[in-house]
């Protein structure tokens, strides 16, 4: 069944990085209009505009923690293409380093919240003024399995990930079906969350080149294998199309292959003798 995205307009956060510029890929396989965003990559942003040659897109740079480069961004989109139908809230930042609370610096832990959470709530709440105008919308946020099992050394990132997940997704379902009701073959506004585990993108490769660290994160999955940024971008196309998931909201899909946690400690640190 085709879902239905032909001539709408998508508007991508962080679409320079591995699972945005995906997400804009598959977006732009079914025909719909492309923002794409990007905050200190937009050279990497208009290569990806270029790429998408056939695909009427428009890149926008901005530094989604000032509402003032928020409602620029929104209002560049309307000008070029009059609406956004969708908001893909993918932009967002991940220390590489293992970080345990007990010695993160202040300074990590507002930046991490502002660039995932308040980015996140700045760009929703210029969707939903747009969303009141037009009667459509939907949004998809962009979380992580850390928000769902957490994650030790990245209680930052665990944190402000678990903030979409959970209490913005199953908080602003009941505002957005208020602003953009159901009407006769339209089942009204949207607001869902897509959680990948372990995807192979740019900002991770070194990590996941280890071998052992391989082993260690897809032995807790079913599907003992990585994900690609693909996997990601086609259940963020799943969850946007109002005909293939029109009621379908408030949701929190895992993209992880079956992931049922991490280990807490690896087999040599276990004393059997108190096991």
């Known amino acids: 069944m085709e879902p239905d995205l032909r001539e709408k307009v998508v508007l991508i956060t962080g679409a320079s990085g591995g699972i945005g510029s995906a997400t804009a890929r598959a977006f732009a396989a079914e025909g719909a209009r492309l923002v794409l965003h990007a905050h200190r990559q937009r050279a990497q942003a208009e290569a990806l505009a270029r790429e998408l040659a056939g695909t009427e897109s428009l890149v926008v740079a901005a530094d989604l923690r000032r509402p003032a480069e928020v409602a620029r961004v929104f209002a560049a989109a309307v000008r070029r293409f009059g609406r956004v139908d969708t908001l893909v809230a993918n932009a967002g930042a991940w220390e590489t380093r293992d970080v345990p609370l007990e010695t993160m610096s ?7 919240l502002a660039t995932v959470a308040t980015s996140a709530f700045l760009c929703l709440r210029e969707f939903f003024h747009q969303v009141r105008r037009q009667r459509r919308g939907n949004a998809v946020l962009v979380g992580s399995t850390a928000a769902v099992f957490g994650e030790a050394g990245h209680a930052d990132y665990a944190a402000a990930k678990a903030a979409l997940a959970f209490g913005l997704t199953r908080t602003l379902k009941n505002e957005i079906a208020r602003l953009a009701p159901a009407a006769r073959g339209y089942g009204g506004g949207r607001v869902n969350c897509v959680c990948p585990g372990w995807t192979i993108v740019p900002r991770n490769a070194a990590k ?30 799943f969850l946007a199309s109002d005909r293939l998931a029109g009621h379908v909201t408030g949701q929190t899909m895992v993209v992880a292959g079956g992931m049922e946690g991490r280990w ?12």
Do not use: C, F, H, Y
């Not at 202040?106 to 991490?112: I, K, M, S």
């Not at 807490?264 to 096991?275: F, G, M, T």
């Open 264 to 275: 807490l400690w690896q087999p040599a640190e276990i004393d059997v003798s108190v096991a």
């Open 208 to 237: 996941l080149g280890d071998v052992a660290t391989v082993r260690r994160v897809v032995a807790t999955m079913a599907l003992p294998k990585l994900a690609r940024p693909e996997d990601v971008a086609n259940a963020i196309v």
């Open 106 to 112: 202040l300074a990590q832990w507002n930046r991490t």
